[in-house]
């Protein structure tokens, strides 16, 4: 029998953004990923189905926005593993911590993310929640 989707296996993904190695995070979200950030009256607001337009158009611009990156520590995780192999969701809240903006000021926003694996326990989809008032205030800022 496979090894199921665990707690450990969803952090061992996560901790990479507490540490801020977003490569090692991305090298575990599969290239066709399917990632909302959802809202509609924030600049970000968007749906992906590419990695590397997702990085583009949305971590990156976050990322250009501030001039110390903020790290992303975990919350908490729960986990719902389907059948056997790695596949499932799992609900992972995360805090910022450590942001600074172009302008001085802190960023440290907090995000709810509902996401998807696959049944070799990759990142497939991502529903991704924060406080879109702060990221529109962050980016009009300092854009």
């Known amino acids: 029998m496979a090894t199921p989707?665990?707690?450990?296996?969803?952090?061992?993904?996560?901790?990479?953004?507490?540490?801020?190695n977003t490569t090692a995070f991305f090298a575990n979200v599969t290239?066709?990923?399917?990632?909302?950030?959802?809202?509609?009256s924030h600049p970000l607001?968007?749906?992906?189905?590419s990695k590397q337009r997702f990085f583009e158009d949305s971590w990156m611009r976050v990322g250009a926005v501030l001039q110390?990156?903020?790290?992303?520590?975990?919350?908490?995780?729960?986990?719902e593993p389907e059948g056997e192999g790695l596949k499932g969701k799992a609900v992972v809240e995360l805090k910022g911590v450590g942001g600074v903006l172009k302008d001085g000021n802190e960023y440290n926003n907090e995000y709810c993310w509902v996401v998807g694996f696959n049944e070799v326990g990759k990142i497939a989809s991502v529903r991704?929640?924060?406080d879109t008032a702060?990221?529109?205030?962050?980016?009009?800022?300092n854009e």
């Open 68 to 79: 110390k990156p903020m790290q992303l520590s975990i919350v908490g995780v729960i986990v």
């Open 5 to 20: 989707l665990t707690k450990s296996h969803i952090l061992s993904i996560f901790s990479n953004l507490s540490t801020g």
């Open 45 to 49: 607001a968007g749906h992906w189905t």
């Open 31 to 40: 290239d066709d990923v399917d990632w909302l950030v959802a809202g509609q």
């Open 128 to 130: 991704a929640y924060l």
């Open 134 to 141: 702060k990221l529109r205030d962050a980016l009009d800022g």
